[in-house]
């Protein structure tokens, strides 16, 4: 590996931060269609009904409306929107159009009309009658004996248990933690509760289907899963996948939300209904309601432990509010469990999970994928713990995390994908992140301990809080990149990508190992991806995939590409190929001689040669190494306003390799910013009739410039053997950590925990018995 | 606004209240836009443009700072009267009314107009004595303007100035909210003038408690002229929390906004009796 | 119906229709920087400049711009010269979706014309109008103190 790196490891400017900065990036909906129509959807107002008759024929009465369907224009094929490997281990319970609704927003019809008035006026025109049926509206409801049964259609399959609205299920087992827990000398137990987040992309969700020349349906969509999503949308609508092109453009955040199929099946049906290209874009209250949301979840933790500090027993349950469909019901709650519960090394450990339906708004993927939840409540548990033996949280966390060598066990039996391998930890940089995420917040000075008030402080008090993390790269042994990379006559390389940019800068960080492959600057890489016609394939932007599982594919075909150039140019100078070495656009031996990448191309398209340079590579692999954070927040407490004020949070993360380091940081403040919502703002409050109360961003708060701490940034890098440069990935982790690092600072500041999430004023003022 | 057929930008005052008597509900004033566009009223089709009337800008008149009813926010923060106003507290209410790109298309009057039961500029108008000088010439109290929520005593006129009288008054204002982009869970302001180092016909505003935007009349007059301890200052409390009626939404109980009205309340005071030292201290110091 | 009015320097005229925001007009015509995220004047990402004036485009309609000078993120760079803050911007890492970017750099583009000179403070209190999921502000608000820099010091446009 070259100790010397010119382009990896460099804050280089992204591929597409011109045409950004610019306003020139095309997003999905910055095209013109010619014939474009407006869909526009008809939803449930009730929280649980079945459709006793519908009619949508006086909408198209209106000269201008294309079409008007509802479930009996569509053919009835139960199918996950959840973007995975297949087969999706979801529940197959959505339906394009349905007969029933089962949350407030569900769709119940579809118009499409020439222009999105029109396509008002016809959705008021449409005849429904609903025989309303009694709702779950609280997921602890859902199980009980009596409660109506959700998806009670028989078509749906990989549902648990259909009559306890039972979506998945998971038990697991390390060792014996009853057994675990009777041994300890000390015990903690309590209960965490974790509200819907969502994840307010800026960019709502939006498709432009259509029929090219040929007949085939384009969908040109704002999605992190493009070839996912050709798949599931062949499936959905029982069409061959060769008549389905997908194209990603510039994608407007995703976070999850993407990583699904929301608007391109309906959006399909219309496009083949119309032969028109049709837009289905979701407005804001729909993203607020109908969209995605993180897992609401109730989670109860039991620790055990000797008074030397060394763990006995570890226990987690978790009951998990799917909503009104499973779309990645099973594998987010398994990530509650096998993100956070190897953190600390314990004999027993045990993991139980319920993930039910309710007929709320749908749960899905939100980065971070459950490890939010499940850091909140360990992390939260563990310093309670600490303070319980009477040890500095700091050093509880150092003598007892997991080290470099050590097996997770946990992942053997608990694995996302279908792999079931041990993950071993061969790189892990925890405790210097420990060391330097410590010393930056100055822990040792400013910690308060958690003691009681006295009499003359207050009312602003400041405390300190921490939490270690840990995440995956990619889900191990469910994931394929592919790459190819063909050389232009000027010397430049067009790289062929199936990854999705979501934002995250992967088209740089991947051409960046390209660069750095073939010696070459990064502007000599055009980097192309997303458009399942013309790219390679791959799983998408989830998981933290990208630059550990593509960038190892990429390095594979420039490195296949460079030993093309290596063979030519060896020719060319009578030299050994392997003797080569490529710099500066160079090919050189270490004579001294050498032949420029352009000679080598004229050569081979032109000259005697007569061949392509054209790499490949795909890339798979069993791993799934976790970066690792230690976080450190400060905050102030008002005592008497009862307002947690954030002042400062320090990421120490280490990620292997900072392959581009701006983006890394970038990364990593995003997601702690997004965490800072969920801890003390964020939250989607719902009526007891199940209806959103707050879908606006006036009304869902998340932070905004003027409300934010500090945030310190520090790159750690311990190598992962196993990745790109030693890459690992920085996509996810950080976002665990803010909820726990603040609810333990608040406790060091004024002695209460608190274990219900948004921490809002009300409830701090409620646990200081002030209120 | 689909409904939306017509758009009139009439260049005085009397022409946009013609069009408003003639049109009925059926038509809105238009200022900047930023509640109207935004709240998206159903059935309207017609919207009188009213920012082409005579009724710009920010002067002083004598004791009084006039505001123009097309006087944009990031104007009306600007000028040199209402920057040093009141110990910048007025300028202070009026940026965070609303974030700078709103501020940049919206005026004073409007939000006034728009009576939200958390206007942010309410509160502290309330403290400075405004008045509203109609269309038709009349001249409304600011504390008699508002009706309901979302509803003032106007019909069909429109507010032509609103008139300002800091006449040298301390003045603190705060904003409570989860975030610096977000409604007000409780805005308040108090103002006072300072006498013979005590404070004089205290004003005290709240929004975000009441159907409207409310002074709190009885705590007034507890403060009046009074030496102020510590004991005073929780009777404030206690006081302010009877006078107000605030109710439990999703964004914060009922109960937390009386107890943080309160609390708010007694610190601003508590601020204004700093503020009252610190002049004192100065006047002693000149003569 | 047809307004007149002049957009990023030249003038033009705006097919609309009287219900229709200022920022559908925009957009339909090709000028597709401003972005359509909350349609009520929160985010920011439809910001335009109106009368030397940044404003939020969904919550204007369309008619009001008539007779006006309206500037977009399209009309900030002179072809492929980047303005200095759009090199700020663009150099640090200051974008990743990029979709709030438009806005955000026409809001801190019109305010560092009344204050060349902003603090911290002064830069996030003018972002407060201009959301963004993706950076935490952090390097979108140093690019604006960097550009601002750059141009006190005659570096930048």
Known sequence: MATDLQIVGSSQRKVDAAKLSTGRGTFT???????????????????????????????????????????????????????????????????????????????????????????EEALERIRVEYQVLPPVLDMHDAMKPGAPTIHDEPESHGIFDVDRNLAAHIEVEVGNVHDGLEKAEVCTEADYFVQYQQHTCLEPHVTIAWLDEDGRLVLRTSTQIPYHCRRMVAFALDIPVRDVHVIKPRVGGGFGNKQEVVTEPLAAVLALKTRRPVKLEYSRREEFTIARMRHPQHLTMRLGARRDGSLTGVHMKVLTNTGAYGTHALTVTGNTGSKPLPLYRSPNIRFDADIVYTNLPISGAFRGYGAPQGFFALESAVDELAHELNLDPLEFRRANHIRKGDVDPVSAALAEGSAKKARVMRSNGLPECLDRGSAAIDWERKRRGGHPLVADEGPLVRGLGMCCLMQGSGVAGDELAAASI??????????????????????????????????????????????????????????????????????????????????VAGRMLDEDPESLFFRDGKAASLRGRSVSLQEIIMECLYGEEKTLIMGRGTHATKESPPPFVAMFAEVEVDVELG????????????????????????????????????????????????????????????????????????????????????AKSVAEVAINGPAPAIANAVYDAVGVRLRSLPLTPDKVLRALGRM | MRELREYLR???????????????????????????????????TTVIDIMAVDAAGVHQDGE?????????????????AVRTAVGGALRQAIRETGPWLIRNAATLAGNVCNASPSADSAAMLLTLDAELTLSDGAVVSLDRF?????????????????????????????????????????????????????????????????????????????????????????????????????????????????????????????????DLERRSAEEGMDS | MIINLSINGARRQLETEVYETLLTALRRAGYTGAKRVCESGECGACAVIVDGRAVDSCILLAVQAAGREVVTVEGLAQGDHLTALQEAFAGNGAIQCGFCIPGMIVAAANYMKTNPNPSEEDVRHVFVGNLCRCTGYVKPVEAVMQAAAQQRSGNGD
């Not at chain 2, 836009?33 to 059935?43: F, I």
Request: aromatic share 6%; glycine share 8%; proline share 6%.
């Open chain 2, 146 to 274: 508002f009706v309901g929520p979302h509803e003032t005593v106007l019909t069909d006129e429109l507010v032509k100035e609103i008139r300002l009288f800091p006449r040298g008054r301390l003045a603190r204002f705060h904003k409570h909210a989860r975030s610096k982009s977000d409604i007000a869970l409780v805005n308040l302001a108090v103002s006072a003038r300072a006498k013979d180092g005590a404070l004089h016909d205290v004003r005290i505003a709240l929004g975000s408690v009441a159907p409207t935007p409310i002074r709190a009349r009885e705590t007034e007059r507890l403060l009046e002229g009074r030496e102020i301890d510590a004991a005073v200052l929780r009777d404030v409390e206690a006081s302010v929390r009877r006078e107000i009626r605030p109710i439990s939404d999703w964004r914060t109980s009922a109960e937390y906004r009386a107890h943080s009205a309160g609390l708010l309340v007694r610190r601003a005071v508590e601020g204004l009796l700093s």
């Open chain 2, 10 to 44: 009439p260049e005085s005052i009397e022409e946009a209240v013609a069009i408003k008597r003639e049109r009925g509900c059926d038509a809105v004033y238009l200022a900047g836009g930023t509640d109207v566009l935004v709240l998206k009223p159903r059935g309207v």
């Open chain 2, 64 to 80: 009084a700072i006039v505001i123009g009813a097309t006087a944009l926010l990031c104007d009306i923060e600007q000028h040199p």
């Open chain 1, 643 to 726: 307002t947690v004020r954030p002042i400062h949070v320090v990421t120490a993360i280490d990620i292997g390799k900072a392959l581009n380091p701006a983006i890394c940081e970038g990364q990593v403040e995003g997601a702690v910013t997004q965490a800072l919502g969920y801890a003390l703002t964020e939250e989607i409050v719902i009526s007891p009739e199940g209806r959103v109360l707050n879908p606006s961003f006036m009304d869902y708060k998340i932070f905004c410039a003027d409300d934010m701490p500090k945030l310190t940034t520090i790159l750690v890098e311990d190598p992962e053997p196993t990745g790109p440069f030693g």
């Open chain 1, 486 to 567: 063909k050389m232009n006559e000027d010397a430049s390389f067009t790289l062929h990508l199936g990854s999705a940019d979501i934002g995250t800068g992967s088209d740089t960080t991947l051409g960046q190992i390209a660069a750095e492959i073939l010696g070459v600057p990064l502007e000599k890489i055009l980097v192309q991806s997303g458009d399942t016609d013309h790219v390679s394939f791959d799983y998408g932007a989830y998981a933290s995939s990208t630059a550990y599982i593509t960038g190892q594919c990429v390095l594979k075909a420039a490195e296949d590409a460079r030993r093309q150039l290596a063979d």
């Open chain 1, 29 to 119: 909906d910055d095209i013109f269609l010619p014939g474009l129509l407006y869909a526009k959807l008809l939803t449930s107002p009730h929280a649980h009904a079945r459709i006793a008759s519908i009619d949508t024929t006086p909408a198209l009465d209106i000269p201008g409306v294309h079409a008007a369907i509802s479930h009996r224009d569509v053919k009835r094929i139960p199918y996950t929107s959840a973007g995975q490997s297949w087969p999706e281990p979801s529940p197959y319970d959505q339906y394009i159009l349905d007969n029933k609704v089962r949350f407030v927003g569900d769709y119940v019809a579809a118009v499409a009309a020439e222009t999105p008035e029109l396509a």
